[in-house]
């Protein structure tokens, strides 16, 4: 029995899906431009590295990747955590054998997702010398 209000389910009313896109960036700007951070190289290193349901090099149209202004784009329409890009650029970092003197820092924000590359602050050259005459 059909009553005379009833509604019918039809796909012409159903709103399209809407899309959701995570956006991340790590800020490579200071390690570029003195040269010891290739931001070509870590690009490819995170296409052939980042896994989507958990196969590596099935990005298809999910995942994006591009540079722009010493700065790493990451766009997905997969919800990543954000500790997953800061595990690639650990790796990619080790890899280069440039942990020791670049550290990743937390963008500044609460709503950033993304991270800065800084410099560990180095100790002068003459700071070291007296701590050792003392010693002897």
Known sequence: M?????VRNSNK?????????YKYFVNCEGPVRDGIFDLDDFEKFILSHYKVN????????KVRVF???????IHTEIRVKRSYIKYLLKKYLKKESLRDFLKIVAAPGKKQRGYDLKYYPLN???????????DE
């Open 54 to 61: 958990d196969r590596i090099n099935s990005l298809g149209k």
């Open 2 to 6: 059909v009553t005379k209000g009833a």
């Open 124 to 134: 002068e050259e003459g700071e070291g010398d007296e701590d050792m005459e003392d």
């Open 13 to 21: 009313n159903l709103k399209p899906k809407r899309v959701v896109t």
């Open 67 to 73: 540079k722009k202004n010493d700065k790493l784009y």
